[in-house]
């Protein structure tokens, strides 16, 4: 069965240290796509990236970067000189292809505080 | 662009009441998603629309049903609720293009149940 793991429940930093997120997962499909999300006080949850199982580079997107390795099932989620407006509740999840849904299985989640 | 729009933001309801929550996606998107959001269970799968028809269902009692219009506006109802059934409910629209697809989420419907 699918599952996703964020073991980290609550982290805070101080603003401008960096931070990683982590994210463990289980599927048994060879083919499945990895997300992360950002859901700040406002409650909505905002997209940050999608990956495909077959694709194992890193990204790089500003401060945000995210470390995929299928040998160890983890997504993990790094913040470079965390700012205040960091802070927020980050949630990783997984999307199996079964008949085309989109259903997604989320962690439950890391709150994130970055103190100034 | 407009995002997704929910509607109530807030709700208070009796136990035994129920409930409707409204949803209009992104325009132009086919696909309608609803999550339940507690701080026991965390995000929860409730169902998913396209063209109207659903796509999947999660684990959800019978109580729980949501419906999808032809202009890709969704409703989600709860009957008899209960206690439990306080949550954030949190749709979310997509261009239907199936699994993978990024998930663009509204602000929610918060529901307190009395």
């Known amino acids: 069965a699918q599952k996703v793991t964020q073991a980290q429940t609550e982290i805070s930093v101080v603003e401008k240290e960096d931070v990683t997120l982590d994210c463990v997962y289980e599927t048994r499909d060879t083919t499945y796509y990895l997300f992360w999300y950002k859901q700040p006080p406002s409650g909505e949850l905002v997209f940050l990236i999608r990956?495909?199982?077959?694709?194992?580079q890193n990204e790089i997107s500003g401060r945000y970067s995210w470390n995929f390795q299928k040998s160890t099932s983890s997504f993990n989620f790094t913040i470079t000189a965390s700012q205040v407006v960091d802070s927020a509740v980050y949630f990783c999840a997984l999307s199996e292809d079964k008949g085309g849904s989109e259903k997604l299985v989320f962690g439950k989640g890391t709150k994130l505080t970055v103190n100034p | 662009k407009a995002g997704v729009t929910q509607t109530p933001r807030y709700l208070i309801k009796t136990r035994g009441q129920q409930v409707t929550l409204s949803c209009s996606p992104i325009?132009?998107?086919?696909?309608v998603s609803w999550y339940q959001q507690t701080p026991g269970q965390g995000l929860q799968f409730l169902f998913e629309y396209f063209s109207e028809t659903q796509r999947n269902k999660g684990n959800f009692p019978g109580r729980f049903s949501g419906r999808q219009f032809s202009n890709s506006r969704s409703e989600m109802n709860v009957s008899t609720l209960e206690l439990g059934d306080s949550a954030l409910y949190l749709c979310a629209s997509s261009w239907g293009q199936g699994y993978g697809s990024p998930l663009h989420f509204g602000n929610g419907t918060r529901l307190t149940v009395t």
């Open positions: 325009s132009g998107h086919r696909s």
């Open positions: 990956r495909n199982s077959f694709d194992e």
